[in-house]
T-cell receptor
């Protein structure tokens, strides 16, 4: 079974609007971490945001916020005020185990290609 | 933040030759590094986990003799693709385990695009 599922292979958003990228995950481990990465056409993986399974509040980093719904096992990324430079592939990833296992392997979703329209 | 470099960024080689890709943590020591492979328009697939001073742990389906990993120091891991074939053409990305006091946990290199002709 897929551990990380991103159901939107591609999405369009109008510049300056908000967009939500979906991510659902599957784990039986009570401790885990969820990550979002941006991959522009250059190929580099850019870390965006992190949510720990025991974090009480949704993570936010500037224009990025993570809508963490633990019971539904979803960790959607919300990008507010989209910019043309946001056009890229976006990957959701999960690390199973607690942060003492920081650096345990990451499992990636299939990715969502976001295209921002001017 | 922590920086991870990869060299080369692009390489073209002939079928049957071997290619070495380096992954370096520039400003921190990395006891663990990870090697990923990414096909066009696909996700990252973990190939192996590289631990300094010990043998790499390979994921199921990854040929150990074909993809040789050496983590000889706390700042360098190398991936050697031996007897490369066109189907080995891919984007190879490494990441390094970050110092414990960050939430990033893994820092990614910029990737190496391998083309085997």
């Amino acid at each position: 079974a897929q551990k990380i599922t991103q159901t939107q292979p591609g999405m369009f958003v109008q510049e300056k609007e908000a967009v939500t990228l979906d991510c659902t995950y599957d784990t039986s481990d009570p401790s885990y971490g969820l990550f979002w990465y941006k991959q522009p056409s250059s190929g580099e993986m850019i870390f965006l945001i992190y949510q720990g399974s025991y974090d009480q509040q949704n993570a936010t980093e500037g224009r990025y916020s993570l809508n963490f719904q633990k019971a539904r096992k979803s960790a959607n990324l919300v990008i507010s005020a989209s910019q043309l430079g946001d056009s890229a592939m976006y990957f959701c990833a999960m690390r199973e185990g607690n942060s003492n296992n920081a650096g345990n392997m990451l499992t990636f979703g299939g990715g969502t290609r976001l295209m921002v329209k001017p | 933040g922590a920086v991870v470099s990869q060299h080369p960024s692009r390489v073209i080689c002939k079928s049957g030759t071997s290619v070495k890709i380096e992954c370096r943590s520039l400003d921190f020591q990395a006891t663990t590094m990870f090697w990923y492979r990414q096909f066009p328009k696909k996700s990252l697939m973990l190939m192996a986990t590289s631990n300094e001073g010990s043998k790499a742990t390979y994921e199921q389906g990854v040929e150990k003799d074909k993809f040789l990993i050496n983590h000889a120091s706390l700042t360098l891991s190398t991936l050697t693709v031996t007897s490369a074939h066109p189907e080995d053409s891919s984007f190879y990305i490494c990441s390094a385990r970050a110092p414990r006091d960050t939430s990033y946990e893994q820092y990614f290199g910029p990737g190496t695009r391998l083309t085997v002709t």
